[in-house]
C-alpha cells in the first residue's frame, strides 16, 4: 500500500485545523441559537421525513416562511443549508432510539458544532493563499491564528448563524481561482455554487470570478476559453436547479421566498456604509480592530499582486454595498455586521504585507491584537443575546438610549458573570442612573457562561462537568509546540526564497 507522504505546508495545515477546531469546539454552546436556523432545520426534517420541502410552521411565524396558494409553507432561507443538515437530523434521529434523551435535544447539540468545521477550515485556507503568494510559513501561520481568535470568525463559528460556512465558500472559491489552473477553477465553481445554495445573495460574486477569469490572460495574452467554460458549470447548473426548486416550491422559477422582501433594497447604502465600518454597534472596524490596521496592508499588497488585490478589493466591496442598501443591514440581534463576515479573511489578509522585525511594528501589532482578542472572548463566553434582550425588551425607551452599545454591554456581563456568578444585574453597572434591576434569570440559556460544558452542569447537576475543558489543555499544548516547531524549522532557507518580505 503506498504511503501519502504529507508537504510541509499540509502538515502544518492539519496542525492549525486541529488547534483551532478543538479551541472552537470547546467555546460551543450545545443548542441552537438561531430562529432562522430552526427553519432550516424543520427544511431538513422534512427531507428525511416526508421527502419533501415544506414545513410546519404557525401564524405567529410570519416572516419566517413563504406560503404558497394551495396553503403549503416553505422557509425562505436557501435550501444548501437544510441540505447540509440532512446527515444530521439522519444520526439524531438514530442515536434518540439507543439513549433516553430526546431528538431535538441531540440534533440542537451536534448543529451548534456545524459551523467549527467551516470556521477552521477558513483560517486552514488563508494559510494556504498566503502561501500561495509566497508569503514566509510563520507570518501565514499568524495570519491564520488572528483571523481565528482575534476576528468575529471566532464567534460566528461557534454560532448557528450561516456566515461562517459562506465564509469558507467563499474564502475556498477565491483561493482555488487564483491558482489559476483547470482544476483549481472547477472547484472554484463548484464552492461559489455551494456559496449561492446556502445564500442566493452571493451570486454577486460570480460576475466578480468571471472577469478575474477574463482579464487573467495565458502567457500569450489569450484569454482560455476552457477556464471560462469549466468555471460556468456549477453557476450553469445552479440557475437551472435553483429555477427548478423554487417553481416546485413558490410555483414560480422567479420567486426565491422573501417575497416584497427581496425587493428592499434602498440607495441609502451611503449612510449605512459609515455605520458598518465604524458604528459602535455594528462597526467592523469596532469589533474587530486588528482590520484597521491590517487594511494598510493593501498597498504593499497592490505592488507586489495586482490582479489579487483588485480580485480582494472586490470582494469586500460588493459585499460591503450590497448589504449596506439592504433594508436590515444591522442584521437583527447579531453580533457585529454579521453580513460581512464572509469576507472577513479579505479585511484581514494584507497584515501580512506589513510583517517586519522592527520593535514599532510589533508595539502597533500588539496594540491592535489585545482588544481585538479581548472582544472576541468576550462574545463566546457569554449569550450576546443576553444583553439585546435586556437593552430591547426589559428597559424603557428613555433607558434604552442611556444604555451602552453592544460591546460595552457585553463586557459588562462578562464582569458580572465572573464576579457575583448571578444573572440580577443592576442598571447601575451599565452606567445608566437608575435604581431598577434586570433579572434573566428565567431564561436557562442566560445562566452562567454560553459554553456547552455549564450549560451541561446546570441541567444535570453535575458542577464537574464544567472542568471538561482542562482534560484538553494538554492536547492544545502539544499542537502548539509542534506548530510553532514546524513553522521555524529550515526559517533560513526560506528568508532567501522571500526576498520581497
Not at 175 to 192: C, H, P, R
Not at 380 to 390: A, D, G, R
Request: glycine residues 4%.
Amino acid at each position: 500500500m503506498r504511503m501519502i507522504r504529507l508537504t510541509k505546508n499540509g502538515y502544518i495545515s492539519i496542525l492549525l485545523f486541529l488547534l483551532i477546531g478543538l479551541t472552537y469546539s470547546l467555546t460551543a454552546k450545545g443548542h441552537v441559537e438561531v430562529s432562522d436556523t430552526s427553519f432550516s432545520i424543520r427544511t431538513a426534517k422534512a427531507i428525511v421525513e416526508n421527502g419533501s420541502l415544506n414545513i410546519q410552521a404557525s401564524d405567529t411565524e410570519k416572516g419566517y416562511f413563504y406560503e404558497t396558494a394551495n396553503g403549503k409553507r416553505y422557509s425562505k432561507y436557501g435550501t444548501g443549508l437544510a441540505f447540509l443538515f440532512v446527515p444530521y437530523v439522519v444520526i439524531s434521529k438514530f442515536l434518540s432510539l439507543f439513549i433516553n434523551i430526546p431528538e431535538d435535544l441531540i440534533l440542537g447539540f451536534f448543529l451548534s458544532f456545524y459551523n467549527v468545521l467551516f470556521g477552521a477550515g477558513t483560517c486552514v485556507v488563508i494559510f494556504f493563499i498566503t502561501r500561495h503568494l509566497d508569503v514566509p510559513k510563520v507570518v501565514s501561520v499568524s495570519i491564520s491564528l488572528i483571523l481565528a481568535f482575534a476576528t468575529m470568525c471566532w464567534r460566528y463559528s461557534v454560532w448557528d448563524f450561516s456566515e461562517a460556512t459562506q465564509m469558507f465558500f467563499l474564502t475556498f472559491a477565491v483561493y482555488s481561482i487564483i491558482k489559476n489552473t483547470y482544476k483549481s477553477i472547477f472547484f472554484s465553481s463548484l464552492a461559489l455554487f455551494c456559496l449561492c445554495m446556502i445564500k442566493i445573495i452571493n451570486i454577486i460574486f460570480i460576475p466578480i470570478f468571471s472577469f478575474y477569469i477574463l482579464f487573467n490572460k495565458s502567457r500569450d495574452n489569450k484569454v482560455d476559453f476552457k477556464k471560462i467554460a469549466l468555471f460556468s458549470i456549477f453557476p450553469l447548473f445552479f440557475s437551472i436547479l435553483i429555477l427548478y426548486l423554487n417553481f416546485i416550491r413558490f410555483g414560480n422559477p422567479l420567486e426565491t421566498g422573501y417575497g416584497r422582501e427581496a425587493s428592499r433594497f434602498y440607495l441609502t447604502g451611503p449612510i449605512h456604509i459609515g455605520s458598518l465600518l465604524f458604528s459602535m454597534n455594528k462597526g467592523i472596524f469596532i469589533y474587530n480592530p486588528i482590520l484597521f490596521f491590517a487594511i494598510f496592508g493593501y498597498i504593499k499588497f497592490f505592488k507586489i499582486y495586482r490582479k489579487e488585490t483588485i480580485l480582494f478589493l472586490w470582494v469586500i466591496l460588493i459585499n460591503l454595498l450590497i448589504f449596506a442598501t439592504w433594508h436590515s443591514w444591522e442584521g437583527g440581534w447579531s453580533w457585529g455586521p454579521r453580513f460581512l463576515v464572509p469576507t472577513l479573511p479579505f479585511w484581514l489578509m494584507p497584515l501580512c504585507f506589513l510583517f517586519s522585525k522592527k520593535k514599532l511594528f510589533a508595539i502597533v501589532l500588539i496594540f491592535f491584537i489585545i482588544p481585538s482578542f479581548l472582544i472576541q472572548t468576550a462574545s463566546v463566553i457569554i449569550k450576546t443575546k443576553e444583553y439585546h434582550y435586556i437593552r430591547y425588551n426589559l428597559v424603557d425607551e428613555n433607558i434604552k438610549r442611556k444604555m451602552p452599545p453592544d460591546i460595552l454591554g457585553s463586557l459588562v456581563l462578562l464582569k458580572h458573570k465572573m464576579l457575583r456568578k448571578n444573572n440580577l444585574y443592576n442598571l447601575q453597572e451599565f452606567n445608566v442612573n437608575s435604581n431598577q434591576q434586570i433579572d434573566t434569570n428565567k431564561f436557562k440559556s442566560f445562566r452562567g457562561f454560553n459554553l456547552w460544558y455549564c450549560h451541561l452542569a446546570r441541567i444535570y447537576n453535575r458542577p464537574a462537568i464544567k472542568y471538561i475543558p482542562l482534560l484538553f489543555l494538554p492536547f492544545l499544548f502539544i499542537l502548539f509546540v509542534k506548530l510553532l516547531k514546524a513553522c521555524v524549522e529550515k526559517e533560513d532557507e526560506e528568508k532567501k526564497q522571500n526576498k520581497t518580505f
